[in-house]
């Protein structure tokens, strides 16, 4: 049985998202599945990084109603040209396994993040929306 | 907790479009220029000498024929039979 938490709680458990991102927080794209982690801490990065782009300072404003509405993402260009696989947001361009935050799936029309199709070098790379949803609402 | 995003990628035409091609990139800030395995970088090319050592092209073209179907079928066919320990 799932967990039923007041939304407040919910709400606390999205911001601690948003602080650990802390103040110069990056979206980065890249090929391949999700590293994902060893022993409880992220393993480096793997495969192309496919775009790299700067999330707001903060990242986003206080969660409501148990969703985390990310900020503006900046659009840059495409770094290489390939099929997303996963995304990760670190508290710092091009960081090591330290600085990742939140890992996640990514895909063309598939995935946590999806795209409109796979990324072409110097191609613009937008995020048009973001959120995380928090469950535990009974 | 999910997330949820969505991402615009706008085609750039004068690069590489590997739209059908999902374990390749072109990453020349990463990599250096050329088409490269996205997994590690690695040139496609160096794939050429490989295929030439072992004739497999011919060996494709071949069963491609025989069975009436394109070459990236047979591709298909051979990475689907490989995941599934057929062959």
């Not at chain 1, 063309?108 to 409109?116: E, H, I, M, T, W």
């Given at each position: 049985m799932a967990l039923n938490y007041k939304d407040s709680v919910r709400n606390s458990r999205l911001d601690a998202v948003t602080s650990a991102l802390s103040t110069t927080a990056y979206l980065e794209v890249f090929t391949g599945t999700p590293p994902g982690k060893t022993s409880g801490t992220f393993n480096a990065d793997t495969g192309t990084k496919l775009a790299s782009l700067p999330m707001s300072n903060p990242a986003a404003p206080p969660s409501s109603g148990g969703v985390l509405t990310f900020s503006t993402i900046t659009t840059e260009n495409a770094l290489a040209s390939g099929t997303p696989g996963y995304a990760r947001m670190k508290t710092a361009q091009n960081g090591a396994a330290a600085t990742v935050v939140v890992e996640m799936t990514a895909g063309?029309?598939?995935?946590?993040?999806?795209?409109?199709s796979t990324l072409t070098s110097g191609g613009a790379v937008s995020i048009t929306s973001a959120t995380i949803t928090e469950g535990n609402s009974g | 907790m999910q997330p949820h995003a969505y991402g615009n990628a706008a085609v750039?035409?004068?690069?590489?479009?590997l739209h059908d091609y999902p374990a390749l990139t072109h990453a020349p800030q990463q990599w250096g220029e050329g088409i490269r395995f996205a997994h590690n970088g690695r040139p496609v090319e160096d794939l050429s000498s490989m295929i030439d050592d072992y004739e497999v092209i011919g060996a494709m073209d071949a069963a491609a024929r025989h069975l009436g179907v394109s070459f990236g079928d047979v591709c298909d066919a051979l990475k689907y039979l490989r995941g599934a320990g057929a062959i």
């Open positions: 063309v029309g598939s995935g946590d993040l999806s795209f409109n | 750039n035409p004068d690069a590489p479009n």
